[in-house]
C-alpha cells in the first residue's frame, strides 16, 4: 500500500479553516461542584480528551439528565442538552439519529441511569449506537441531599433508609454485560486521572455504545465511602490488554496488582464484574462487531441542501395562503 | 440546546478565502438508487459497451469535464498540501523546500501545549500563503517572500487574532537562518536546479586544475630562475644588490661577490630553445588559469538548443577549450619531470589534434550540458545519438513536456528515456526523474555531470497541467507514479551489470504494477468507506483533457454489475460484456463511476508492461531469477526427500538390529535362569519413554554432590529478596530527592478544586489542568498542611516550613508528618 502517492502523506494536508481547538475552549461556566467532587475529575478528562481529539465544540453534544453530575453539559464549551430526569439517552439517540456526524455524550449519574433511567439504559444498551455514556456512579443522591439510590450500599444509612439500606446494591457493571448487544464497558475511579483518560479515549474510538462506570467520590455526603479503596491501592485490580487499557510505568508502581484481561471474553468480563473484594479497573469489554442501530437506520437517500430546502418549502407552503 | 461558548484564543481564518483554505473533505457519492427494470438496464449496458469498443456517445453519458481522478481530490487546493514544495535554493548545501524549512521552524518552536499548537498554526498558515504566492508571482528570494506572505496574511486576519498571529510569525522569522531563492514549479526551477549543481561540480573540477596548474608553474617558474641565476647577467653587482635587497645592502660588497661568483664553474644549463618554450607553456598556463577564474565567477548559462548544428557546435568548442589546455598541462608534466625530447615529443604535439583527445582528457574541464525541449527533439535526436554513441561526455537535459503522445500512429509514445535505454548504449548514463522530486532530481544531475561519458536526464516538468487543472507538481508525481514516466537510473558508472548500474527504487509500491493507495469516500446512504483503490495510467490520462473523449461519467441509476473497476478488470482473463471504470471527484465533492474506452484501456495496459520490463532489469520478480529459484527449490526439495529416506533407511536398520541383539538377551536371561537354578529375575524394562543413564562414578557422585547448594533457600525468601532488592534499587533512585520542598504529584491529580480554593497563587493548573505548586512563597506552611489534609487523593506534601516564625509551627509540622 503506497501512504505517499504523489510524494503526499495524509498528515501533509493542513486544513487551515480546521482550526485548533485548546483547552480553554471547552471550558465554560465555572463548576459549581463541590470542592474534592469526582465530577471535576471527570470534567477535566473529558476536557483534555475533546482537545487531543480536535473535536469541533459546534459538532460536539453533552446530553445529561437530573443530579450533580448532569450539570456537566453547562461547564464543556459545546452544545448541551441538560434534559429530564432519566431521559438522557433518548433524547442523545434521538440527536445521533437525526446528526450521525456529531460526536455524542451522555452524562448520568447512578440514580439518573440506573433508577428512573434503566429502562432507557437496558434499551440504549441494545441500539448500541455510536455514542459515549459516562455513569457518574457516587452510590447517592448527592443533589436531592443524600437519599438512598440504587447502588447504596447495603447498611447505609441515608435520609430515605434512617435504619441502613436493606437491599443489595445494583452492580452496574454486572447489569450491563448481560443486556443484549452490549459493545463496550470499562470500568474507573475518578482518582486515577491518567486512567480515566485512556479509557475515554478508548471509548471514543470504539464504534457502538461504549459505557464507562466512574466510581465517584461525594465529599460532602459521603466523604469516606471510597476510602478503602482509595487508601489502598491493592484494592484496585488493573486490567491491561493490547487491545484495552495500558498505563504508564509511574501508575503501575503504585497501583500493582496487575491482570491481562482479553475485553473480548464476555464470560470473563462478566466474573470480574462481579468481583467483590476489589475493584476492576479498565475495559471490561469491547466487542465492535455489535450492529449498531444508527448504522442499520441511516437514510438512504443523502440529505443535501437541495433536500433540505424541498423539506422545509413543502413545511412554509402548509401555511401559505393561495391568493388566487 | 446551549450555544458554543467563543473561541477565546484560537487562530480564527477570516470569512474571506474560506474556500481555498478549506481541505475538502471525502467525497460522496451522488445519484438515484440503479434502476430496477431490467429491460432498461440492458439498454444502459448496451450503451456503455458501444462506447468502450467504439467511443459511441449515448443520452446517459456525461463528459468528464470538471472531473479529476478521486486519488488527486484531497489535493485540490494545492497552497494548503505540505508536499515537497516550493524549491528553495539555498545558497549553500542541497536545494530544501519550503515546507520542509517551515517545518524546521516548528521543531525549533520553544512552547508546548496548546500554545505550541497556536504557533504551529500560525506558522502553517503563512507557509500556504508563501505557497501561493510564489505560484501566483513568480520567483523571489526567501526573506522577500516571508514579508510578502506576512502582509498577506496580516491583510486576511480579524483584527482581534492580528497581533497574536503576527507576534508568533515574527518571533519564528527570528529563527530564520537560510537564504536562497523561491522558485515555482517548472522548467525554470529545473534549470535554476541544474545551474546549481553544475557550478557546484565546476567549483569542484576547478579548484582541482586550478591547483594542477598553479603546481606546474610554480615548477616551471623555479627551472627557470635558478637556469636564471648561473647567467653572467644575473651575477651583475647591481643585480646581487638586488636580489638581496635595501635593508642589508651595506653589509656586502657586492662587488667582490660579484667577481668571486663569474670565477665559478657553473652557467646556465637550459638551452635557449627550452627556455623559450618552458616561458610559451607558461604563458599559456597562465592564460588558462585566467580562464578558469572567470569560469568560476560566471553563472551557468544553459542556452536550449534547437538545431542540430548548435549540439555539434557545443561538442565541438568544449573540445577546443580541452585541446588547449590538456597541450599546455601535458606539456608542462613533460618539461616539470624533464622527460621534454623535442625529437620525440615535438612532432607529436605538433600532430596533436582535437579529435585526438581522450575521454578522461574532455572530462577535465567542466561540461555545460545541452538542453533540450521535448518539441525540438525529433529535429535533434539523430545528432544527439551520434553524439552518444562517439562517447564524448556530453550532458544533456531533456525537458518533457507531454510523458504521453497521443498523437502517434501507433498510439501512445514510450517516454524518450525508455526509448533510449532500449536502444543499448551500455556506456551512456541514462536517467528518467520527475521534477516532482525535487532531491532525486538533484542526485541525478550530480550523477550525469560526475559520469565520465554520455549522460542524458530526462526530466518531466509537468506543464502541461495548470491552472484549470490539477498543479503541475501534481501533475508530474502522477505521471510518475501512474508508471508513465517512472523514475529510474542507468548508470554505468556503477557497474556493468544491470543489477549494479539500475536503480528503479525510488519509485512507489515497487512489487506492484499500480501503486495502491485508500480511498474514503460517503456512499449513498452517507456512511464512510475507506478502499484500497490502484492509481493507474488511466488515472493520469483523465486528469487532463487531452484524452477527454476515451472517458464517460455514468450517474449512479445506471450502474450495473458488470462494471468492473479497471486495476480489477485488467487483471481478467475473460472481459467479455465487461465495462471498467475509474472514481472521479467534481468540484463540489460528488462522487461518479467513469467508464472509459478500449484505446486507453490498451494503452494503460501497454504501460503496465513496459513498468514491468522496467522491473525486471531492476531486479524486482525478474522472470529469468524467478524461473532459477524454481528450479533450485526443486532440485534441494528431491536432495532433502532423498536425504531423509536415506535417514529412514539406517534408523530402521539400526532399530532391526538393536532388536535382535535384546531378544537374544532376554532368550539368553531366561534360559540361564532356567537352566542355572537360581531364579534370578531378569531386570525390569526401562518404563516407556524414560531414559536409563549409565550410574554415575563416584568421582562424579562427588562432583555432584559439591554442586547442590549447602543450604538451598526456599522460594519464597528469593522473592522477597528479589522485591527487596527491587525495594533497594526504588529507594536509590529515590534518594537523590528532596522532601524540604512542598511537592504535588500531578500526574495523579483529579483536578478537584480543593487545593486551588484555599491559595489559588500558591496552587495553580497546569495544560492538563492538573495542580502543581506554582509559588511555595506564595502562601502559609498552614495551607500547605490543610491542602494536603483536604486533598481527596493525598498527593500533596507540605515539606518543610519556609518561614520559621510562623506561629504554631510545631502543631503544624505534626501535622504534616501523614503526608510527607
Redesign the interface.
Known sequence: ????????TAQ??????????????Y??AV?R?C????D??I??SV??LC?DEQLP??RTVFVSGIGCSSRF??YM?????HGLHGRAFPVAEGIKLRR?DLDVFVNMGDGDCCSIGTAHWIHAIRYNMNMVALIHDNEIYGMTKMQASPTTPTGLKTSTTPYGARLEPLNILAATLGVTNVSFVANVP?????VMYNLLRIAYRHKGLSIIRIVQ?C?HYLPHLFDPI??DPDKSLILLHDDGLQI?D??A??YKDHLVHDPSDLHRARELASMEDKVPVGVLYRNEEIPCYD?LM??????TDDVRQEVLESEFDKFAVNVN | ?????D???????PESG?EQ???PGPP?V?GD?PLVDEEEMEIVRSAHLRFKFVGVDSEDLASIDGLIPA??Y??LRFE?????YPAVLTSEGEPASL?SITGDLIERLEYE??ER??R??SI??HE?VMRRLVDTEGPRPLSELWNAALEVVADELAADERESVLDHLREARSGLSETGMVVPFGREAALALLGRVAAERAREQLARLRSELGRLQQQLKAMLDVDRSETPEAHTPDNLAASVGQAFSGDFDFEALSELMDQGPHGPTLTTERRTRMESILSALSEHLGTLEDAETRESNFDVVSKPAQILDRVSAHRDRSFGLVKAVQMARLEASNQYDEGQHGPQFDAFRPDQLSKSDLVSLPITPVVVNQRDLDKVLPVLQECLDSDDPIKVLLMVETPVSAGTKAGFQTPVGQRLLAAGRPTTAIFQVSL??LKAVADVFAQALAFPGPAVVCLYVGSEYGPDSIHPY?GA??AR?ARVFPHFESNPGNGREWAGRFRIERN??LSEIW????IRY?D????EREE?WA?TATDLMAAGSRFADGFRRIPREHWHDDLVPLHDFLLLDHRDGLVPYILMVDTDGGLYRVICSDKIVGWTERVGFRWRSLQELGGIDNSHALQLLETEKRRLADESRKRIEEVEDELRAELDQKTGVLAEQIVSNIAAGLLGGGLASPAAPPARGSIVMPAASSEEKAEDEAAVPVEAKPADEAIEEGIDEEAQE?GDEEEGLSFDEPYIET????????CT?INPRLFAYN????AYIADATAGTFRELVLAAE?C???IIHPGKPLDPDEPHLDELIKRAEPFQ
Open positions: 500500500m503506497a501512504e505517499n502517492l504523489f510524494g503526499v501533509c494536508i493542513v486544513d487551515l479553516k480546521q482550526e485548533y481547538y485548546g483547552l480553554d475552549v471550558e465554560s463548576p461542584w470542592p474534592g467532587c469526582g471535576n475529575a470534567l477535566s476536557q483534555k482537545r465544540p459546534e453539559p453547562h464549551g459545546t452544545y448541551g442538552f450521525p475518578d482518582w486515577m486521572p491518567e467520590r465529599p482509595v487508601t504508564s509511574e501508575l508502581k503504585v448504522d441511516r437514510p438512504q437517500r443523502s440529505v | 440546546m446551549q450555544e458554543p461558548t473561541t477565546k484564543g484560537t487562530v480564527m481564518l474560506v483554505d478549506r481541505a460522496r451522488v438508487a486519488h488527486l484531497p489535493l494548503t498540501v505540505r508536499a515537497d515546507t501545549g496548546d499548537r497556536y504551529e498554526r502553517l498558515r500556504s516532482a522530486d501534481l508525481a502522477a507514479d512507489l509500491d501503486p495502491i493507495s485508500n460517503r449513498h446512504d452517507d456512511s484500497p492509481f526504588e500526574l495523579r491529580c483529579t483536578t478537584c478544586d480543593e480554593t495544560e492538563n489542568k492538573q483536604k481527596p487523593v493525598k
